[in-house]
């Protein structure tokens, strides 16, 4: 997993939004162990503590359990991690319209922009 961080907010929030898109795109599939909280933090290269904080902010979410001295997993609950993803594409989606309203854009020209990437995309995937 690529991990990538900016100064606009905490290490520990970051670490959750990148494990949780992990989780959702299935870079850690559900019911599987992920790795310790150490090995993850030296992947990271963030201080264990900070691995810890943000694993247990994603276990009271729901996203990851633990079991006894087997570790954490990812949930098996494939409507909570469908939720997730959906909640990050909204944020997601918010960001990308908030911008494109400060660029001037109105509505219908967003919409418009998007069936051509959305056109140009499905080209460029058919000719790959």
């Known amino acids: 997993m690529q991990w990538q961080f900016s100064n606009d907010a905490p290490i520990y929030t970051q670490l959750i939004q990148q494990i949780k ?6 870079v850690f599939p ?7 909280v150490r090995d993850l933090a030296t992947e990271a290269g963030v201080n ?4 810890q904080r943000a694993l247990a902010e994603l276990e009271r979410d729901g996203l990851v359990y633990s079991q006894r001295t087997a570790g954490r997993f990812v ?10 993803k959906r909640s990050l594409a909204e944020r997601h989606i918010k960001a990308f319209l908030e911008a494109m ?8 020209e967003v919409l ?3 069936e051509q990437e959305m056109k140009e995309e499905g080209n460029s995937n058919a000719s790959a």
Do not use: H, W
């Open 21 to 26: 898109v992990g989780i959702v795109a299935g």
């Open 30 to 36: 559900p019911g599987e162990r992920l790795p310790s």
């Open 48 to 51: 264990p503590n900070t691995m």
């Open 75 to 84: 949930t098996e609950d494939k409507t909570m991690i469908q939720n997730a």
């Open 101 to 108: 309203f400060r660029l001037g854009f109105q509505q219908e």
């Open 112 to 114: 418009a922009l998007l």
